[in-house]
């Protein structure tokens, strides 16, 4: 054998374990059980959706920053 068929098949099983182990998670997902602690707010990313949003608005106005945040308008907060 030589060298680049060693890589070939290194880099063939490399790509096949990787497959492998993001698609083995994907078949778990969450039992009916399950759905009821992830529903809780303190298990979603932003907790206070209120707070969140006027953390952005400010942002967004103060830096002169527009976009990423799906709101339209440059940074004088005249939107």
Known sequence: MNAGHIKSILTLITSLSLLLLLSSCSAWGVKP?????????????TPDYFDNFYDEHIYFSKEAS???Q???GGGCGCN
């Open 33 to 45: 059980w399950q759905r009821g602690t992830l529903a809780k707010p303190e298990m979603q990313l």
């Open 66 to 68: 527009a976009g990423g």
């Open 70 to 72: 799906g709101v339209g």
